[in-house]
């Protein structure tokens, strides 16, 4: 199974929205409604941010979204802030007993 | 608080061997399925190994399956990686993650394995 694709960086100033795209297959992201984003900053652990395609975890700020058409995931964050800044990771459930979750290349975003 | 503490990191030279484990705190341990991810220097997250709550269901990536085996002990809150034959591709930070379903929620703060001669 091979990496979901991702843009490698986005950039924004704060307050504008950025768009992170995640490309798979009918086999993850188009075959299941289990997208989930991660954001890193450096030296730390992944955090989740958005879970089953669109849900938020209680404690993440609603400006994160997340939506799905086929096989493209997206995550958009609106009023962009400086704590943005950081590394995201799509991730998709792709039911495969070698390969239950396969995740993506990973996008730096950069607040301008 | 809810916590997942990961140790057993380590130098160890190529074909060697090395047990990681994840201490779970602050939630019912068993009732959640759990993972192993890596991330290799610079690079991106990789899944390694899945484990479901009562163990009944053990998954692993086609890069470490044969090597890698992941368990649990449910009475010690723990999870397990015991990592044999290892690679220099094994060099990473693996991070020990909670998935309450098809997702994970809460990951530990990892414990690097490096792989060198």
């Known amino acids: 199974q091979s990496a979901l694709t991702q843009p490698r960086s986005v950039s924004g100033s704060p307050g504008q929205s950025v768009t992170i795209s995640c490309t798979g297959t009918?086999?993850?992201?188009?075959?299941?409604?289990?997208v989930s984003w991660y954001q890193q900053h450096p030296g730390k652990a992944p955090k989740l941010m958005i879970y089953?395609?669109?849900k938020r975890p209680s404690g993440v700020p609603d400006r994160f979204s997340g939506s799905k058409s086929g096989n493209t995931a997206s995550l958009t964050i609106s009023g962009l802030q400086a704590e943005d800044e950081a590394d995201y990771y799509c991730c998709s459930y792709a039911g495969s007993y070698t390969s239950v979750y396969v995740f993506g290349t990973g996008t730096k975003v950069t607040v301008l | 608080e809810v916590q997942l503490v990961e140790s057993g990191g380590g130098l160890v030279q190529p074909g060697g061997s090395l047990r990681l484990s994840c201490a779970a705190s602050?939630?019912?341990?068993?009732?959640?399925?759990m993972n192993w991810v890596r991330q290799a220097p610079g690079k991106g997250l990789e899944w390694v190994s899945y484990?479901?709550?009562?163990?009944?269901?053990?998954y692993y990536a086609d890069s470490v399956k044969g090597r890698f085996t992941i368990s649990r002990d449910n009475a010690k809150n723990s999870l397990y990686l015991q990592m044999n034959s290892l690679r220099a591709e094994d060099t990473a930070v693996y991070y020990c993650a909670r998935d309450p379903a098809r997702s994970m929620d809460v990951w530990g703060k990892g414990t690097t394995v490096t792989v060198s001669s």
């Open positions: 602050g939630f019912t341990f068993s009732s959640y399925s």
């Open positions: 089953d395609v669109s």
């Open positions: 484990i479901s709550s009562s163990s009944s269901t053990i």
């Open positions: 009918s086999s993850d992201v188009g075959g299941y409604n289990y």
